[in-house]
């Protein structure tokens, strides 16, 4: 009596797992399957392919490192157009922490050509700074596995040129970019100080 009733119970607990285990499967699947919606897309070869449609994404902002006020060679010229997806960013503002498979796109583009020694041009708003040719991709990646030994990120150029970019780019050398994002950035790999989106109420 005491067996059975024993293994009635253990019955009744492994029903519970399995409940349980079956409760969470779900739930799991939908996360997975909503970052396959906004994550990463790898190539058979693991490359990184060309995120799409990221110009509709959440606009962070445009850092702008004129060419003309760094010597006519800006590391990165000019405007630097950053976008993350919606749904990370939801998350990010929910948690403080990027979700795995966070991607961060930096679209490069230069100011209109100007004649003045400090690049500027004049328009109707006035002297400044004003968005011309698109110049080039880079993209940042958060997954912790694949890229541990760079703080969880992984960095990819897809060519610093006007568009079309490259299909898919090889994840750059440490010392091409993650070094001084390593060394400089304010949240995890990431500049989090220029975009008031990412800290702003
Ligand atoms: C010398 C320092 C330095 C190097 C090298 C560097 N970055 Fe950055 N990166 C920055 C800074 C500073 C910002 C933020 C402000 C800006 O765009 O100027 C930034 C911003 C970014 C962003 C937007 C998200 C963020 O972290 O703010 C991406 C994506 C990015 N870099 C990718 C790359 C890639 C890819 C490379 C290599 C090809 C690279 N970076 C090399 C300094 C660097």
Redesign the pocket.
């Known amino acids: 009596m005491t067996i059975k009733t024993t293994a009635l119970l253990g019955g009744a607990a492994a029903a519970l797992l399995i409940g349980l285990t079956l409760g969470a499967g779900p739930g799991g699947d939908a996360q997975a399957q909503s970052m396959r919606q906004w994550g990463p897309q790898w190539t058979a070869s693991g490359e990184l392919a060309l995120p799409r449609d990221y110009r509709g994404w959440v606009f962070?902002?445009?850092?702008?490192?004129p060419n003309a006020l760094n010597g006519g060679q800006a590391?990165?010229p000019e405007f630097?157009n950053?976008y993350?997806h919606p749904e990370p960013y939801r998350i990010y503002r929910e948690t403080g922490t990027f979700p795995e498979g966070t991607v961060?796109?930096?679209e490069l583009q230069l100011t209109l050509p100007s004649t003045s020694a400090d690049g500027s041009s004049v328009e109707a708003s006035g002297r400044g700074y004003f968005p011309g040719k698109l110049n080039g991709l880079?993209?940042?990646v958060k997954d912790s596995k694949r890229f541990a030994e760079t703080r969880g990120?992984g960095?990819?150029?897809f060519g610093?040129h006007e568009p079309p970019y490259a299909a898919s780019a090889k994840v750059?050398d440490a010392?091409?970019?993650?070094?001084?994002?390593l060394?400089?950035?304010t949240k995890e790999?990431?500049?989090?100080k220029?975009?008031t989106l990412l800290y702003a109420d």
């Open positions: 962070l902002g445009a850092p702008l490192t590391g990165f630097h950053v993350i961060l796109v930096k880079d993209v940042a990120w960095f990819f150029n610093h750059a010392a091409q970019c993650a070094g001084c994002h060394a400089n950035a790999m990431v500049f989090t220029f975009y």
